[in-house]
């Protein structure tokens, strides 16, 4: 570094102790000034980089020492640890002896062990499959019950549906019963008479009231009664109708039959005259063989000989339901 210095001293103080010399030397002591402080860089460049190695070597060497402590104390604790490790040495071989008496005695525990899990588990699978089989009857059951519910629910709504069809058609009926009473209201009761037997209105009209003896054709009075009667049949238009001819038992079977017959039917036609529908009713004759008394009197003789009107409500929905 020094050196370096003196150089580029000598070369500047000859530069200008010659300053008469010529200009090719003029030049070339520039060049060799240049050149100088391009060593002079160079040096000073390797001077820094010579400190910082410098600085570097004594880290390294501080790291050496560290490193080599370390190794001391590494070495001494492996001393340790051999130590120790003979230690265990020892205590493994007692524990061994140890282990070997209690193995024979784990194997006579084991196989006794096994023999009751063995046991056990033969006992779980028995319990098991009882198990399976109540979970199966118990799911049978609750499929039962919900078959059982939906059943239920479904004959509840069939009830419900035929106790609100029964209460329309005794609805019907008292209707029916108001436009009778009206209807017939004036007329002699043993011509004409209604009474209520096992849900349904019986309608009596005499033979007195509708026919003379031994005709079948509809007296005027007893066309009257009738069209008074559709009247009150058209006003409820949902009840069925059963004209039955009787007769008392004087004269022969057929002639009795027959003569009921034609009179239903002859009545059957005068309420279709009056509006109503002919499929509603139905005509015919019971001849002599449903008196409501005995034959034995004129008198009763004059009840048989009638002509009943019986009126019921359609159960065609209700019987449905009923299936």
Same mark, same amino acid.
């Given at each position: 570094?020094?050196?370096?210095?003196?150089?580029?001293?000598?070369?500047?103080?000859?530069?200008?102790?010659?300053?008469?010399?010529?200009?090719?030397?003029?030049?070339?002591?520039?060049?060799?000034?240049?050149?100088?402080?391009?060593?002079?860089?160079?040096? %000073?460049?390797?001077?820094?980089?010579?400190?910082?190695?410098?600085?570097?070597?004594?880290?390294?060497?501080?790291?050496?020492?560290?490193?080599?402590?370390?190794?001391?104390?590494?070495?001494?604790?492996?001393?340790?640890?051999?130590?120790?490790?003979?230690?265990?040495?020892?205590?493994?071989?007692?524990?061994?002896?140890?282990?070997?008496?209690?193995?024979?005695?784990?194997?006579?525990?084991?196989?006794?062990?096994?023999?009751?899990?063995?046991?056990?588990?033969?006992?779980?699978?028995?319990?098991?499959?009882?198990?399976?089989?109540?979970?199966?009857?118990?799911?049978?059951?609750?499929?039962?019950?919900?078959?059982?519910?939906?059943?239920?629910?479904?004959?509840?709504?069939?009830?419900?549906?035929?106790?609100?069809?029964?209460?329309?058609?005794?609805?019907?009926?008292?209707?029916? %019963?108001?436009?009778?009473?009206?209807?017939?209201?004036?007329?002699?009761?043993?011509?004409?008479?209604?009474?209520?037997?096992?849900?349904?209105?019986?309608?009596?009209?005499?033979?007195?009231?509708?026919?003379?003896?031994?005709?079948?054709?509809?007296?005027?009075?007893?066309?009257?009664?009738?069209?008074?009667?559709?009247?009150?049949?058209?006003?409820?238009?949902?009840?069925?109708?059963?004209?039955?001819?009787?007769?008392?038992?004087?004269?022969?079977?057929?002639?009795?039959?027959?003569?009921?017959?034609?009179?239903?039917?002859?009545?059957?036609?005068?309420?279709?005259?009056?509006?109503?529908?002919?499929?509603?009713?139905?005509?015919?004759? %019971?001849?002599?063989?449903?008196?409501?008394?005995?034959?034995?009197?004129?008198?009763?003789?004059?009840?048989?000989?009638?002509?009943?009107?019986?009126?019921?409500?359609?159960?065609?929905?209700?019987?449905?339901?009923?299936?």
């Amino acid at each position: 570094m020094k050196i370096n210095k003196l150089f580029l001293g000598v070369a500047i103080a000859t530069m200008f102790t010659t300053s008469c010399v010529s200009t090719q030397k003029y030049k070339d002591m520039q060049t060799a000034r240049d050149h100088y402080k391009a060593e002079y860089e160079n040096l %000073r460049v390797s001077s820094k980089e010579n400190e910082e190695l410098k600085n570097q070597l004594r880290m390294s060497e501080s790291q050496l020492m560290k490193a080599k402590f370390n190794l001391e104390q590494k070495q001494a604790e492996l001393g340790i640890m051999k130590n120790y490790n003979e230690e265990l040495s020892v205590r493994y071989e007692k524990a061994a002896k140890e282990n070997s008496a209690l193995l024979s005695e784990y194997s006579l525990d084991k196989m006794a062990y096994e023999d009751a899990v063995a046991k056990s588990q033969d006992e779980l699978r028995r319990k098991q499959n009882q198990l399976d089989g109540l979970e199966g009857a118990i799911g049978d059951q609750n499929t039962n019950l919900e078959n059982m519910k939906v059943d239920l629910m479904t004959r509840e709504q069939r009830v419900a549906e035929l106790e609100r069809l029964v209460a329309e058609k005794q609805a019907q009926m008292d209707n029916l %019963r108001t436009s009778l009473n009206s209807a017939l209201r004036g007329f002699n009761a043993a011509d004409l008479s209604a009474e209520e037997r096992n849900g349904r209105i019986y309608v009596s009209m005499s033979q007195n009231l509708l026919f003379k003896s031994g005709s079948d054709k509809v007296d005027p009075k007893g066309v009257d009664a009738l069209a008074k009667l559709a009247k009150a049949l058209n006003d409820n238009p949902s009840i069925e109708i059963i004209v039955e001819g009787h007769t008392d038992n004087a004269g022969g079977v057929d002639y009795n039959w027959g003569l009921s017959v034609n009179r239903a039917t002859s009545v059957v036609k005068i309420l279709a005259l009056y509006g109503i529908l002919p499929h509603r009713m139905v005509a015919s004759g %019971r001849g002599m063989h449903h008196p409501v008394v005995p034959n034995d009197t004129a008198e009763n003789k004059a009840k048989n000989r009638r002509t009943e009107i019986i009126l019921a409500p359609n159960l065609d929905k209700i019987l449905e339901l009923t299936k």
